[in-house]
C-alpha cells in the first residue's frame, strides 16, 4: 500500500522544501517519501493504474456475487398489478381471495388455485397456464386475453365473465363448470369441449350483449 500510495503522490507534489533555520519543519514519514529519485518511471505507473482498475472491479463482482447469493429465488416469479410484491407463480394459492383486485398480466403458471375466489377481478392478459383452477370462483371476471391452456378449469364459476380472445388450448377442462353468460368470443377450444359447452350454454353476458351459445358457436 505505501508502494502504491508513493506512485499516486510523486507527479502531484513538488521535492520536499529545505529545511528552515526559524520554523522547524514537518517530518513526514519514510514510507510517504516524495523523492523525484524514488518515483517509479511511466510504464510502472500505467501498470499500477490498471492494477488498482481491476481491484475496484474485482471488489464490486464480490459485493455483486454477495448480494445475488442472499436473495429469494422465488423474486424471479413476480407477477404484474398490486400484487407484484408477492409471488404468485407457482405457488399452492387455494381459497385466497383475489375478489375485485386488478390483476391485470398476473402471473399464476403452474399455481394450485382451488376454490380461490376472483370473482369481479381484472384479469387482463393473466396467465393461468397449466394452472388448477378446480372450484375457483371467476364469476364476473375479466378475462379477456388470459392464457387457460393447460389449465384445470373444471367446476369453476365461469358465470358472466368475459373471455373474449382467451387461450383455451391444449387439455384446458371446463366439465362441470357454470358458464351462464359467460362470453367465449374467439376463443379457441377443442372441438370435444366446445360441444360439451354447448349443452349448457345459457344466458347473456351483461358487459357485452352476446349470448354465450352465441359466443361458442354452438349453431
Known amino acids: 500500500m505505501a508502494h502504491l500510495l508513493n506512485v499516486s503522490l510523486c507527479t ?28 517509479p518511471n511511466p510504464q510502472a505507473l500505467i501498470l499500477n493504474k490498471q492494477l488498482l482498475e481491476d481491484f475496484a472491479k474485482t ?5 455483486l456475487s454477495v448480494s ?23 405457488q399452492d394459492l387455494t381459497g385466497k381471495d383475489f375478489s375485485g383486485r386488478t390483476l391485470t398480466k398476473q402471473d399464476f403458471k403452474t399455481s394450485i388455485l382451488r376454490q380461490a375466489n376472483f370473482k369481479g377481478a381484472k384479469l387482463l ?39 373474449e380472445g382467451a387461450l383455451a388450448t391444449g387439455n384446458t377442462s371446463f366439465r362441470g363448470s357454470n358458464i351462464t353468460g359467460a362470453d367465449f368470443t374467439d376463443v379457441p377450444l377443442r372441438e370435444d369441449q366446445r360441444e360439451y359447452l354447448c349443452k349448457v350454454a345459457d344466458g347473456v353476458n ?13 349453431n
Do not use: Q, W
Not at 471488489?59 to 459485493?63: F, V
Open 12 to 39: 502531484k507534489i513538488p521535492p520536499k522544501p529545505p529545511l528552515s533555520l526559524t520554523k522547524p519543519s514537518l517530518s513526514i514519514p519514510r514510507f510517504l517519501s516524495l523523492s523525484h529519485s524514488r518515483c
Open 59 to 63: 471488489g464490486l463482482l464480490a459485493l
Open 68 to 90: 445475488l447469493f442472499f436473495t429469494d429465488p422465488a423474486l424471479a416469479f413476480k407477477g404484474g398489478g398490486p400484487y407484484g410484491s408477492e409471488v404468485t407463480r407457482g
Open 125 to 163: 392478459g393473466a396467465s393461468f397456464f397449466d394452472a388448477d383452477l378446480t372450484g375457483a370462483d371467476l364469476s364476473d371476471a375479466d378475462l379477456r386475453s388470459a392464457d387457460l391452456s393447460l389449465a384445470n378449469v373444471a367446476k369453476v364459476n365461469l358465470s358472466n365473465a368475459n373471455l
Open 206 to 218: 351483461p358487459t357485452t350483449g352476446n349470448a354465450t351459445r352465441d359466443t361458442l358457436l354452438c
